[in-house]
């Protein structure tokens, strides 16, 4: 009889344990989604484009920076007014090769935002994946 008592309790804790498991498994899984593929928003952007380049030692990735016309207040005082700037990661190469040629141009910018980054994916949270239109 004491036999049959561990085994029905060993039962009892392998299934506990593997819903547990499976429990933290599913968390993970809808966790690692809504932090890095599920798009948080997405929009347009204009402005000059400041500068575009590849870079990374391991991961190759386009970055960019944009700057919005208009001006925002510093954190801090001492910093005084500062330009909008809009940084942003590409990872379509078509469009990475559209941005090479603009540096210093008036870009519109689609994006998507993703609330975290990968590092194939690029450094900023804001990936570009279509260039709107380009004035000089």
């Known amino acids: 009889m004491k036999q049959e008592n561990n ?8 299934k506990v344990a593997a819903i547990a498991g499976a429990v933290i498994v599913v968390g993970l899984a809808v966790f690692v989604y809504f ?3 599920f798009v948080y928003s997405s929009g347009v952007n204009a ?3 400041n500068y575009f380049q590849r870079q990374g030692v391991v991961f190759k990735t386009y970055e960019g920076k944009m700057i919005q016309s208009g001006f925002k207040s510093a954190t801090t005082s001492a910093e005084g007014l500062r330009s909008n700037e809009f940084k942003f990661s590409v990872d379509d190469k078509a469009v990475a090769e559209k941005l090479m040629r603009c540096s210093g141009k008036h870009v519109e910018l689609r994006w998507r935002r993703y609330m975290g980054t990968l590092p194939w994916r690029g ?3 804001y990936l570009v994946y279509e260039v709107l239109s380009v004035e000089e």
């Open 7 to 14: 085994d029905g309790k060993k039962s009892i804790f392998g």
């Open 35 to 37: 932090h890095f593929f």
């Open 47 to 49: 402005g000059d484009l």
């Open 123 to 125: 450094h900023s949270e």
